[in-house]
Protein backbone atom coordinates (compact mmCIF):
# COMPACT_ATOMS: atom_id res chain seq x y z
CA UNK A 1 0.00 0.00 0.00
CA UNK A 2 2.65 2.20 0.95
CA UNK A 3 4.72 1.37 -2.30
CA UNK A 4 1.96 1.81 -4.38
CA UNK A 5 1.44 5.68 -2.55
CA UNK A 6 5.13 6.63 -3.18
CA UNK A 7 4.73 5.28 -6.82
CA UNK A 8 2.18 7.87 -7.59
CA UNK A 9 3.73 10.78 -10.14
CA UNK A 10 1.94 13.65 -9.97
CA UNK A 11 3.43 14.89 -13.58
CA UNK A 12 3.15 11.82 -16.42
CA UNK A 13 6.13 11.17 -19.50
CA UNK A 14 3.56 13.82 -21.56
CA UNK A 15 3.60 16.40 -19.06
CA UNK A 16 0.20 16.45 -17.66
CA UNK A 17 -0.77 15.95 -14.02
CA UNK A 18 -3.20 13.44 -12.01
CA UNK A 19 -6.18 15.30 -13.30
CA UNK A 20 -5.34 15.12 -17.19
CA UNK A 21 -4.38 19.29 -16.48
CA UNK A 22 -1.10 21.04 -18.24
CA UNK A 23 1.07 22.88 -15.71
CA UNK A 24 -0.45 25.92 -16.57
CA UNK A 25 -3.74 24.75 -16.93
CA UNK A 26 -6.58 26.05 -14.14
CA UNK A 27 -9.43 23.98 -12.83
CA UNK A 28 -13.03 24.22 -14.21
CA UNK A 29 -14.44 27.45 -12.48
CA UNK A 30 -17.93 28.15 -12.24
CA UNK A 31 -19.73 31.00 -10.36
CA UNK A 32 -22.98 32.27 -9.75
CA UNK A 33 -24.51 34.97 -7.55
CA UNK A 34 -27.41 35.62 -5.76
CA UNK A 35 -27.97 32.15 -4.23
CA UNK A 36 -29.90 32.78 -1.14
CA UNK A 37 -32.59 34.43 0.05
CA UNK A 38 -31.74 35.48 3.52
CA UNK A 39 -28.62 36.73 2.83
CA UNK A 40 -28.01 40.53 1.48
CA UNK A 41 -25.55 39.42 -1.26
CA UNK A 42 -24.54 35.65 -1.89
CA UNK A 43 -22.41 33.63 -4.36
CA UNK A 44 -21.45 30.08 -5.07
CA UNK A 45 -18.10 29.14 -6.49
CA UNK A 46 -16.90 25.80 -7.96
CA UNK A 47 -13.06 25.58 -8.44
CA UNK A 48 -12.41 22.24 -9.32
CA UNK A 49 -13.58 19.88 -6.81
CA UNK A 50 -13.83 22.64 -4.12
CA UNK A 51 -17.46 24.10 -3.74
CA UNK A 52 -17.81 27.71 -1.67
CA UNK A 53 -20.62 29.34 -0.64
CA UNK A 54 -20.26 33.24 0.77
CA UNK A 55 -22.85 35.34 2.08
CA UNK A 56 -22.76 39.11 3.13
CA UNK A 57 -24.87 40.68 5.53
CA UNK A 58 -24.37 44.56 6.18
CA UNK A 59 -23.83 47.27 6.08
CA UNK A 60 -25.80 47.44 9.68
CA UNK A 61 -26.00 48.49 12.82
CA UNK A 62 -22.78 47.53 14.48
CA UNK A 63 -23.68 45.21 17.40
CA UNK A 64 -22.48 45.24 20.01
CA UNK A 65 -21.86 49.15 20.06
CA UNK A 66 -18.51 49.04 21.87
CA UNK A 67 -17.10 47.14 18.22
CA UNK A 68 -18.42 50.29 16.01
CA UNK A 69 -15.83 52.61 14.38
CA UNK A 70 -16.62 56.12 14.23
CA UNK A 71 -15.06 56.47 10.70
CA UNK A 72 -15.54 53.13 8.49
CA UNK A 73 -17.91 49.69 8.95
CA UNK A 74 -15.84 47.77 10.67
CA UNK A 75 -15.40 44.34 8.54
CA UNK A 76 -15.46 40.87 10.18
CA UNK A 77 -15.18 37.25 8.11
CA UNK A 78 -15.84 33.85 9.00
CA UNK A 79 -14.05 30.98 7.24
CA UNK A 80 -15.52 27.85 7.88
CA UNK A 81 -14.97 24.29 6.51
CA UNK A 82 -18.45 21.62 6.53
CA UNK A 83 -17.83 18.64 8.70
CA UNK A 84 -18.65 16.81 5.30
CA UNK A 85 -16.36 18.92 3.36
CA UNK A 86 -13.57 16.30 3.41
CA UNK A 87 -12.72 13.02 3.31
CA UNK A 88 -12.54 12.23 7.00
CA UNK A 89 -14.79 14.00 9.26
CA UNK A 90 -13.76 17.85 10.11
CA UNK A 91 -14.54 19.17 13.32
CA UNK A 92 -17.60 21.45 13.22
CA UNK A 93 -15.60 23.50 16.21
CA UNK A 94 -13.82 26.61 14.63
CA UNK A 95 -9.87 25.45 14.24
CA UNK A 96 -6.84 27.44 14.25
CA UNK A 97 -6.92 26.93 10.33
CA UNK A 98 -10.17 28.57 9.70
CA UNK A 99 -8.97 31.79 12.05
CA UNK A 100 -6.00 32.11 10.73
CA UNK A 101 -7.74 32.22 7.26
CA UNK A 102 -11.02 34.37 8.35
CA UNK A 103 -8.22 37.22 9.22
CA UNK A 104 -6.04 36.58 6.07
CA UNK A 105 -9.36 36.92 3.81
CA UNK A 106 -10.53 39.46 5.10
CA UNK A 107 -7.49 41.49 5.45
CA UNK A 108 -7.41 40.67 1.34
CA UNK A 109 -11.00 42.32 0.91
CA UNK A 110 -10.46 44.95 3.57
CA UNK A 111 -8.97 47.29 0.62
CA UNK A 112 -11.70 46.30 -2.06
CA UNK A 113 -14.56 47.45 0.22
CA UNK A 114 -15.61 51.41 0.66
CA UNK A 115 -16.11 51.13 4.47
CA UNK A 116 -15.44 54.65 4.77
CA UNK A 117 -19.01 54.96 3.30
CA UNK A 118 -20.58 53.46 6.28
CA UNK A 119 -19.29 54.52 9.37
CA UNK A 120 -20.42 53.08 12.52
CA UNK A 121 -21.84 50.09 10.85
CA UNK A 122 -20.38 46.34 10.73
CA UNK A 123 -20.12 44.32 7.05
CA UNK A 124 -20.31 40.43 7.97
CA UNK A 125 -19.01 38.12 5.74
CA UNK A 126 -19.76 34.50 5.54
CA UNK A 127 -17.71 31.52 4.11
CA UNK A 128 -18.89 27.94 3.68
CA UNK A 129 -16.87 25.17 2.65
CA UNK A 130 -18.41 22.94 1.29
CA UNK A 131 -16.08 20.50 -0.23
CA UNK A 132 -12.68 20.83 -0.18
CA UNK A 133 -9.92 20.20 -2.67
CA UNK A 134 -6.81 22.62 -2.05
CA UNK A 135 -7.66 26.40 -2.86
CA UNK A 136 -10.40 27.03 -0.42
CA UNK A 137 -9.51 30.07 0.52
CA UNK A 138 -8.85 31.56 -2.65
CA UNK A 139 -12.41 30.19 -4.16
CA UNK A 140 -13.85 31.45 -0.93
CA UNK A 141 -11.74 34.97 -1.35
CA UNK A 142 -13.48 35.09 -5.15
CA UNK A 143 -16.84 34.35 -3.82
CA UNK A 144 -16.77 36.65 -0.91
CA UNK A 145 -15.87 39.44 -3.20
CA UNK A 146 -18.95 38.61 -5.69
CA UNK A 147 -21.25 38.54 -2.76
CA UNK A 148 -20.08 41.40 -1.23
CA UNK A 149 -20.78 43.07 -4.87
CA UNK A 150 -24.23 41.53 -4.68
CA UNK A 151 -24.69 42.96 -1.40
CA UNK A 152 -24.69 46.03 -3.23
CA UNK A 153 -21.65 47.48 -0.86
CA UNK A 154 -19.38 49.60 -2.93
CA UNK A 155 -16.29 48.35 -4.06
CA UNK A 156 -13.12 49.93 -5.24
CA UNK A 157 -12.95 46.57 -7.60
CA UNK A 158 -13.82 43.13 -7.07
CA UNK A 159 -10.47 40.15 -5.73
CA UNK A 160 -10.28 37.40 -7.46
CA UNK A 161 -8.14 34.49 -5.62
CA UNK A 162 -5.79 31.49 -7.12
CA UNK A 163 -2.77 29.58 -5.93
CA UNK A 164 0.05 28.37 -7.90
CA UNK A 165 3.17 26.46 -6.76
CA UNK A 166 5.39 23.58 -7.17
CA UNK A 167 5.04 19.57 -8.13
CA UNK A 168 7.41 17.48 -8.62
CA UNK A 169 10.58 20.41 -9.47
CA UNK A 170 7.72 22.02 -11.67
CA UNK A 171 6.34 25.52 -11.14
CA UNK A 172 1.90 24.65 -11.69
CA UNK A 173 -1.23 26.74 -11.16
CA UNK A 174 -3.79 25.55 -9.25
CA UNK A 175 -3.38 22.63 -6.81
CA UNK A 176 -5.45 20.06 -6.43
CA UNK A 177 -5.60 18.32 -2.94
CA UNK A 178 -3.46 15.49 -3.97
CA UNK A 179 -0.88 17.81 -5.94
CA UNK A 180 -0.87 19.84 -2.43
CA UNK A 181 -0.22 17.24 -0.45
CA UNK A 182 2.60 15.53 -2.29
CA UNK A 183 4.12 18.41 -3.86
CA UNK A 184 6.87 20.89 -3.28
CA UNK A 185 4.91 24.39 -2.82
CA UNK A 186 1.88 26.14 -2.40
CA UNK A 187 1.56 29.73 -2.99
CA UNK A 188 -1.97 31.06 -2.50
CA UNK A 189 -2.06 34.67 -3.94
CA UNK A 190 -5.18 37.00 -4.15
CA UNK A 191 -4.98 39.90 -6.74
CA UNK A 192 -6.93 43.56 -7.51
CA UNK A 193 -6.46 43.88 -11.49
CA UNK A 194 -7.31 47.35 -11.33
CA UNK A 195 -4.55 48.38 -8.89
CA UNK A 196 -2.45 45.74 -10.09
CA UNK A 197 -2.12 44.73 -6.18
CA UNK A 198 -1.69 41.43 -4.55
CA UNK A 199 -4.14 41.74 -0.90
CA UNK A 200 -2.56 38.29 0.43
CA UNK A 201 0.60 36.04 -0.61
CA UNK A 202 1.10 33.29 1.83
CA UNK A 203 3.79 30.29 0.57
CA UNK A 204 3.63 26.70 1.93
CA UNK A 205 6.97 24.82 1.11
CA UNK A 206 9.74 26.08 -0.95
CA UNK A 207 10.41 27.46 -4.21
CA UNK A 208 13.83 29.50 -5.78
CA UNK A 209 13.46 33.30 -6.28
CA UNK A 210 12.99 32.29 -9.67
CA UNK A 211 10.43 29.66 -9.56
CA UNK A 212 8.56 31.90 -6.68
CA UNK A 213 8.83 34.77 -9.50
CA UNK A 214 7.34 32.20 -12.15
CA UNK A 215 4.62 31.19 -9.64
CA UNK A 216 3.36 34.74 -8.66
CA UNK A 217 3.26 35.77 -12.85
CA UNK A 218 1.40 32.41 -13.70
CA UNK A 219 -0.66 33.05 -10.30
CA UNK A 220 -1.70 36.52 -11.13
CA UNK A 221 -2.68 35.89 -14.87
CA UNK A 222 -5.56 33.02 -13.84
CA UNK A 223 -6.43 35.54 -10.94
CA UNK A 224 -7.18 38.17 -13.83
CA UNK A 225 -8.87 34.95 -16.14
CA UNK A 226 -11.18 34.57 -12.67
CA UNK A 227 -12.16 38.09 -12.63
CA UNK A 228 -13.31 38.85 -15.85
CA UNK A 229 -15.37 35.16 -14.64
CA UNK A 230 -16.22 37.25 -11.67
CA UNK A 231 -17.70 40.15 -13.68
CA UNK A 232 -19.58 37.89 -15.99
CA UNK A 233 -21.31 36.33 -13.13
CA UNK A 234 -22.51 39.76 -11.90
CA UNK A 235 -23.48 40.44 -15.09
CA UNK A 236 -25.42 36.78 -15.80
CA UNK A 237 -27.22 38.59 -12.65
CA UNK A 238 -28.04 42.14 -13.27
CA UNK A 239 -28.42 41.76 -17.11
CA UNK A 240 -25.99 44.15 -17.53
CA UNK A 241 -24.47 44.14 -21.74
CA UNK A 242 -20.83 44.61 -21.92
CA UNK A 243 -19.39 47.91 -23.10
CA UNK A 244 -16.30 48.59 -25.89
CA UNK A 245 -14.26 49.68 -23.46
CA UNK A 246 -14.54 46.60 -21.84
CA UNK A 247 -14.74 44.19 -24.84
CA UNK A 248 -11.28 45.41 -25.52
CA UNK A 249 -9.99 45.35 -22.39
CA UNK A 250 -10.83 41.20 -22.63
CA UNK A 251 -9.50 41.32 -25.53
CA UNK A 252 -5.97 42.36 -23.91
CA UNK A 253 -5.48 40.07 -21.04
CA UNK A 254 -7.33 36.76 -23.69
CA UNK A 255 -4.18 38.09 -25.98
P1 LIG B 1 -6.51 25.75 1.12
O1 LIG B 1 -7.81 25.01 1.09
O2 LIG B 1 -6.70 27.23 1.04
O3 LIG B 1 -5.54 25.23 0.08
P2 LIG B 1 -4.81 24.38 3.05
O4 LIG B 1 -3.59 24.44 2.20
O5 LIG B 1 -4.66 24.59 4.53
O6 LIG B 1 -5.87 25.49 2.55
O7 LIG B 1 -5.57 23.02 2.86
C1 LIG B 1 -5.47 22.31 1.67
C2 LIG B 1 -6.55 21.26 1.62
O8 LIG B 1 -6.36 20.31 2.66
C3 LIG B 1 -7.96 21.78 1.86
O9 LIG B 1 -8.53 22.40 0.73
C4 LIG B 1 -8.67 20.49 2.21
O10 LIG B 1 -8.93 19.74 1.03
C5 LIG B 1 -7.62 19.78 3.05
N1 LIG B 1 -7.86 20.05 4.48
C6 LIG B 1 -7.57 21.18 5.15
N2 LIG B 1 -7.95 21.09 6.46
C7 LIG B 1 -8.47 19.86 6.61
C8 LIG B 1 -9.05 19.13 7.71
N3 LIG B 1 -9.15 19.66 8.92
N4 LIG B 1 -9.47 17.88 7.47
C9 LIG B 1 -9.36 17.32 6.26
N5 LIG B 1 -8.85 17.93 5.18
C10 LIG B 1 -8.41 19.18 5.35
Known sequence: MGNKEEKLRL????GLRVDGRRLDELRPVKMEVGVLDKA?????VEHGRNKVLAAVFGPREAHPKHIALADRAVIRCRYHMA???????????????????????????????MAEYFPRSTIDIFIEVLQADAGTRCAGLTSASLALA???????????G??????????????????????????????????????LLQMDGSMTEEE???????????CRTIYEMQKEALRRKYHVERDEAEKEEIAEVKA
Not at 174 to 183: I, M, Q, R, Y
Request: aromatic residues 4%; proline residues 7%; glycine residues 8%.
Open 40 to 44: DGSAY
Open 83 to 113: PFSTDERKSPAPSRREQELSKVIREALEPSI
Open 11 to 14: IDNN
Open 162 to 199: CAAGKIEGKVVLDLSDVEDKKGDADLPIAFMPKSNAVG
Open 150 to 160: DAGIPLRELVA
Open 212 to 222: LGQALDMGINA
